[in-house]
């Protein structure tokens, strides 16, 4: 990245791709939409605020899988275990610690959920690497044997939790000053769905910033783009997808640490549970693309929000609604990925 | 079509059409010990009430002969079109819905069992081919996802619509008089066993589930099974063969659907009740594929094979383990590892293997240790 000047007039002759703006529109669209049918706007705002952060631990927790799947055209249905497994890795913290999660600081508090989140990433990253190893690498290339295997290896690694920390549900408190909520007027936003948005955003940017900006990041979209003539011209493609295998399961282990001071309580099958509506996310979104699964989760949590709030027996098919009509719009996905 | 259909088969199979061959759609087990294996299931499983005494046999042996034809409806889908459905329990879900509800709100009447089995084969026909129009037409990996999407909602739909299906708790329901423990339809005993209502469900069980296995047989070995097989063969080369592949892989997941919800409608006869944990649940999905794949895919009598040695693992291999956990005592980890809680644990391992190493699973395995 030293010769900009020349990269830049490169980029001047080549047709320039135009960015596809239609599905962002989407997004402002139909929460200005939402608004006649919520009626009052503080009640609007409450509801998107509270959207969003949903959105953005949707999208941490899908943003590894479909990462993973562009690259690899790996389609691993075991990494709803990742989600579980970074959720229960934060017992690891909590439990020496939880001085740190009584204290009234803000400060100890963050600090605490960042020690979770670098202990869930730890575990969840060296299990993804023997993951990987065993699980995956002999099924290259085929799919029905990736989806067979990796629920294989669902089974097995959900039984290894019930055998490790038991199969009664766990409750994990949430640190002193994240509960509750802030309030202006009749708008309420509650304080830990502000720490989602800002963790889901950090993370966002970082990926955006990491795969546009960056060696490794060109590397890894030449690699979705077309991996045997990266391989071709000298790079190691294997140890490029190991990386972010690896990548994949710990930011999924991320996602499993908020989800779990979400919901507050841990189950083996929380990431099982939720993976339904990863998935949900990353069709719409467009297997393989990050920004897609970015606009997607916002989209699919949005719309959970408001069809929740406007007609709460429509919200439980509200997914497969908002799934159902992208993909009558476009069958790829918002954000199709070119190879395949 | 008849060209390639003829070319694909097996030359051994086109001379032989004996009476067995032409009841197995000329696609017999091909193994000696298999043939075995399979004649003892099936006399067993014929004379469960005659040979065993108490509740729980009966039982064992009613939920095989439905699982075996869950499990061989899904083989159709993951063996023979080789794509992964994550929808099953949901048609396995409606069929019981669909005998719950009717038996329970209009009358325990034949009449309204059949009603029942009518409209939820009929939904089920509806959501499969919807399911599949939307997703197949794309990649058959969207398939997988999508079902799990549709099926987590329908589960979840099905818990909270509590007035019509009875939410957690679920239906229980009268049979229809003739399959009620009261009825006695001889005056004697016969082999030494009253013959009751409860016998006669298992037998009307028994025999629509051999049915229906056999029909799958003959979808498996028909010409339309062969573009089937075609397909998961080579996508490209059917599609450019000229068969519509969209088109096929629907249809098969249709039937596959159809079947399905046969065996859910068994399922809810046999139990008299019908709830989100019996036929819905995710874990009974991931029960199916265990089977399925450790039997063998694509072989259809790796659906008897995985069903029984399921089922039977089900409700007898705890006991085996729990007293192996007491023996080893004191020893580390070991008890912890074979805790009567595990067995899922060794069975997913199973299963692991079995893609890797024995992709045919116990069938594939017996037809070549005879080669």
């Not at chain 1, 290259?140 to 690694?157: F, P």
């Not at chain 2, 049915?211 to 080369?237: H, K, T, W």
Request: net charge neutral.
């Amino acid at each position: 990245m030293t010769d900009m000047a020349v990269d830049t007039s490169a980029t001047a002759e080549l047709p320039r791709t135009k960015t596809d703006w239609l599905p962002l529109l989407l997004v402002p669209a139909l929460a200005l939409a939402a608004l006649p049918f919520v009626g009052s706007g503080s009640t609007w705002v409450t509801l998107t605020v509270a959207g969003l952060a949903m959105g953005m631990m949707i999208f941490l927790m899908a943003s590894g899988l479909t990462l993973v799947f562009g690259l690899m055209d790996i389609i691993n249905f075991g990494h709803g275990v990742f989600i579980s497994l970074g959720a229960y890795a934060t017992l690891l913290v909590l439990g020496p610690l939880a001085g740190w999660a009584a204290a009234e600081s803000l400060g100890l508090n963050l600090a605490l959920l960042g020690l979770c989140i670098v202990a869930a990433m730890a575990v969840t990253g060296v299990v993804g690497a023997v993951f990987e190893r065993v699980i995956v690498r002999p099924v290259y290339g085929s799919h029905l044997k990736q989806i067979l295997v990796t629920m294989g290896g669902l089974i097995v690694a959900e039984q290894a939790i019930h055998a490790i920390w038991g199969a009664s549900p766990i409750p994990i408190p949430l640190p002193e000053t994240l509960r509750g909520a802030f309030v202006f007027g009749d708008i309420v936003v509650e304080r830990y769905r502000v720490v989602a948005v800002g963790i889901g955003l950090v993370v966002f940017i970082g990926m955006q910033l990491l795969l546009n900006r960056t060696r490794i990041g060109l590397l890894i979209r030449a690699g979705v783009e077309n991996p045997e003539m990266v391989e071709a011209l000298g790079y190691r493609i294997r140890r490029l997808f190991v990386s972010v295998f690896v990548a994949g399961s710990a930011l999924a282990g991320l996602g499993g640490v908020m989800w779990a001071f979400y919901r507050q309580t841990l189950t083996a099958g929380m990431g099982m549970e939720v993976m339904v509506l990863v998935f949900i996310v990353i069709i719409v979104g467009g297997l393989g693309s990050v920004g897609g699964c970015f606009v997607g989760s916002i989209l699919v949590a949005l719309v959970a929000n408001y069809v929740g709030f406007v007609a709460p027996k429509l919200a439980l098919i509200s997914n497969i609604l908002v799934m159902a009509l992208v993909l009558i719009w476009r069958p790829q996905g918002l954000f199709p990925v070119a190879r395949r | 079509m008849s060209m390639s259909s003829a070319l694909t088969l097996p030359p051994d199979e086109t001379r032989r059409s004996g009476f067995f061959s032409r009841i197995l759609s000329s696609d017999p087990p091909r193994s000696w010990v298999l043939s075995l294996i399979l004649l003892a299931i099936l006399l067993v499983l014929a004379a469960t009430p005659f040979l065993f005494s108490g509740s729980q046999p009966l039982s064992t042996a009613a939920k095989i002969c439905v699982f075996i034809v869950l499990v061989a409806s899904y083989d159709l889908l993951l063996g023979y079109s080789g794509i992964v459905s994550f929808a099953h329990t949901m048609f396995f879900g409606i069929g019981g819905y669909g005998i719950a509800i009717a038996l329970e709100q209009i009358e325990p009447t034949w009449a309204s069992a059949g009603i029942g089995l009518v409209a939820a084969l009929a939904l089920s026909a509806v959501l499969a081919a919807a399911i599949g129009l939307l997703s197949l037409r794309v990649r058959a990996i969207f398939f997988s996802m999508i079902t799990l999407a549709v099926a987590s909602a329908v589960a979840v739909l099905a818990s909270q619509m509590s007035e019509i299906t009875g939410g957690e708790d679920g239906l229980s329901f009268q049979l229809p008089f003739e399959l009620r423990p009261a009825f006695r339809p001889l005056e004697d005993q016969l082999f030494g066993v009253t013959v009751n209502g409860r016998i006669l469900a298992y037998y009307l069980i028994f025999f629509v589930a051999l049915f229906v296995f056999l029909l799958l047989l003959r979808i498996v070995n028909s010409p339309f099974g062969r573009v089937l097989q075609a397909i998961r063969e080579n996508e490209f080369r059917a599609e450019a063969l000229g068969y519509r592949v969209v088109a096929y892989r629907t249809a098969a997941s249709v039937l596959s659907a159809l079947a399905a919800t046969v065996a859910g409608a068994l399922m809810a006869l046999w139990l008299r009740y019908n709830g989100p944990d019996t036929t819905l649940s995710f874990s009974i999905m991931i029960d199916i594929l265990l089977m399925v794949v450790i039997g063998g895919m694509g072989t259809m009598y790796g659906a008897v094979i995985g069903a029984t040695l399921f089922v039977l693992a089900q409700s007898y291999l705890q006991v085996l383990m729990a007293a192996g956990s007491e023996a080893l005592e004191g020893i580390p980890i070991l008890p912890i590892l074979i805790h009567p809680d595990r067995w899922l644990l060794w069975l997913g391992a199973l299963f692991i293997i079995s893609v890797y190493a024995f992709p045919g699973g116990i069938v594939g395995r017996l037809r070549q240790a005879k080669q």
